[in-house]
Nanobody, 126 residues
Framework: QVQLMESGGGVVQAGGSLKLSCAAS????????MAWFRQAPGKQRTFVAT???????DYADSVKGRFSVSRHDAENTLSLQMDSLKPEDSAMYYC????????????????????WGQGTQVTVSS
Protein backbone atom coordinates (compact mmCIF):
# COMPACT_ATOMS: atom_id res chain seq x y z
CA GLN A 1 0.00 0.00 0.00
CA VAL A 2 1.36 3.37 -1.01
CA GLN A 3 1.47 5.88 1.80
CA LEU A 4 2.95 9.32 2.27
CA MET A 5 3.07 11.33 5.50
CA GLU A 6 4.44 14.86 5.77
CA SER A 7 5.84 16.50 8.89
CA GLY A 8 7.94 19.47 9.90
CA GLY A 9 5.60 22.35 9.20
CA GLY A 10 5.18 25.25 11.60
CA VAL A 11 5.33 28.98 12.09
CA VAL A 12 8.54 30.82 11.29
CA GLN A 13 9.55 34.45 10.82
CA ALA A 14 10.47 35.77 7.41
CA GLY A 15 14.08 34.95 6.62
CA GLY A 16 13.98 31.80 8.71
CA SER A 17 14.23 28.13 7.76
CA LEU A 18 12.16 24.98 8.01
CA LYS A 19 12.77 21.40 6.93
CA LEU A 20 9.83 19.32 5.81
CA SER A 21 9.92 15.53 5.70
CA CYS A 22 7.79 13.02 3.88
CA ALA A 23 7.85 9.46 5.17
CA ALA A 24 7.02 7.13 2.31
CA SER A 25 6.04 3.51 2.08
CA UNK A 26 8.46 1.31 0.16
CA UNK A 27 6.22 1.32 -2.90
CA UNK A 28 5.89 5.11 -2.91
CA UNK A 29 9.59 5.66 -2.47
CA UNK A 30 10.35 3.45 -5.49
CA UNK A 31 8.56 5.94 -7.73
CA UNK A 32 10.68 7.49 -10.49
CA UNK A 33 9.16 10.89 -9.71
CA MET A 34 8.39 12.35 -6.32
CA ALA A 35 7.48 15.95 -5.69
CA TRP A 36 6.46 18.72 -3.35
CA PHE A 37 3.49 20.95 -4.08
CA ARG A 38 1.88 23.72 -2.04
CA GLN A 39 -1.52 25.30 -1.77
CA ALA A 40 -2.34 28.63 -0.19
CA PRO A 41 -5.92 29.38 0.96
CA GLY A 42 -8.16 30.17 -2.00
CA LYS A 43 -5.48 29.30 -4.52
CA GLN A 44 -4.65 26.32 -6.70
CA ARG A 45 -2.12 23.72 -5.71
CA THR A 46 1.20 24.53 -7.39
CA PHE A 47 4.48 22.83 -8.08
CA VAL A 48 7.41 23.46 -5.74
CA ALA A 49 10.01 20.80 -6.57
CA THR A 50 10.41 17.41 -8.18
CA UNK A 51 13.09 14.79 -7.72
CA UNK A 52 13.84 11.67 -9.75
CA UNK A 53 14.96 8.45 -8.18
CA UNK A 54 18.52 9.27 -9.26
CA UNK A 55 18.39 12.50 -7.24
CA UNK A 56 17.97 14.91 -10.16
CA UNK A 57 15.85 17.81 -8.92
CA ASP A 58 13.88 20.63 -10.48
CA TYR A 59 12.39 23.70 -8.80
CA ALA A 60 9.76 26.33 -9.34
CA ASP A 61 11.34 29.69 -10.18
CA SER A 62 9.84 31.20 -7.03
CA VAL A 63 11.84 28.87 -4.75
CA LYS A 64 14.98 28.27 -6.80
CA GLY A 65 18.09 29.00 -4.75
CA ARG A 66 16.16 28.93 -1.46
CA PHE A 67 14.66 25.42 -1.33
CA SER A 68 16.42 22.07 -1.68
CA VAL A 69 14.74 18.68 -2.16
CA SER A 70 16.47 15.42 -1.27
CA ARG A 71 15.83 11.71 -1.11
CA HIS A 72 17.07 9.65 1.84
CA ASP A 73 17.23 6.05 0.73
CA ALA A 74 18.03 4.50 4.10
CA GLU A 75 14.83 5.94 5.58
CA ASN A 76 12.50 6.01 2.53
CA THR A 77 12.12 9.72 3.20
CA LEU A 78 11.82 12.79 1.02
CA SER A 79 12.82 16.14 2.51
CA LEU A 80 12.43 19.80 1.57
CA GLN A 81 14.88 22.24 3.13
CA MET A 82 13.41 25.72 2.97
CA ASP A 83 15.66 28.72 3.65
CA SER A 84 15.16 32.48 3.40
CA LEU A 85 11.44 31.97 3.80
CA LYS A 86 9.04 34.68 2.70
CA PRO A 87 5.44 35.35 3.75
CA GLU A 88 4.34 34.28 0.28
CA ASP A 89 5.73 30.81 0.99
CA SER A 90 2.92 30.29 3.52
CA ALA A 91 0.81 27.34 2.39
CA MET A 92 -0.09 23.75 2.99
CA TYR A 93 2.75 21.66 1.62
CA TYR A 94 2.06 18.27 0.07
CA CYS A 95 4.30 15.36 -0.81
CA UNK A 96 3.40 13.41 -3.96
CA UNK A 97 4.62 10.25 -5.66
CA UNK A 98 4.12 8.19 -8.78
CA UNK A 99 4.19 11.17 -11.07
CA UNK A 100 4.42 10.95 -14.83
CA UNK A 101 7.60 11.80 -16.68
CA UNK A 102 8.29 12.93 -20.23
CA UNK A 103 11.67 12.10 -21.72
CA UNK A 104 12.95 11.57 -18.19
CA UNK A 105 11.71 14.89 -16.82
CA UNK A 106 9.23 14.69 -13.95
CA UNK A 107 5.88 16.35 -14.46
CA UNK A 108 5.06 19.56 -12.60
CA UNK A 109 1.31 19.04 -12.94
CA UNK A 110 -0.75 18.00 -9.94
CA UNK A 111 -3.07 15.79 -12.01
CA UNK A 112 -0.16 13.61 -13.09
CA UNK A 113 0.65 12.45 -9.56
CA UNK A 114 -1.19 9.45 -8.23
CA UNK A 115 -0.29 9.43 -4.54
CA TRP A 116 -0.57 12.30 -2.08
CA GLY A 117 0.05 12.91 1.58
CA GLN A 118 -2.26 14.85 3.89
CA GLY A 119 -0.09 17.95 3.95
CA THR A 120 1.77 20.00 6.54
CA GLN A 121 1.11 23.69 7.19
CA VAL A 122 3.86 26.29 6.80
CA THR A 123 3.22 29.82 7.99
CA VAL A 124 5.79 32.57 7.49
CA SER A 125 5.19 35.75 9.46
CA SER A 126 6.44 39.13 8.30
Amino acid sequence: QVQLMESGGGVVQAGGSLKLSCAASVDAYRAYCMAWFRQAPGKQRTFVATIRNDGTADYADSVKGRFSVSRHDAENTLSLQMDSLKPEDSAMYYCAAEGQSIFGTCSQATYEYVQWGQGTQVTVSS
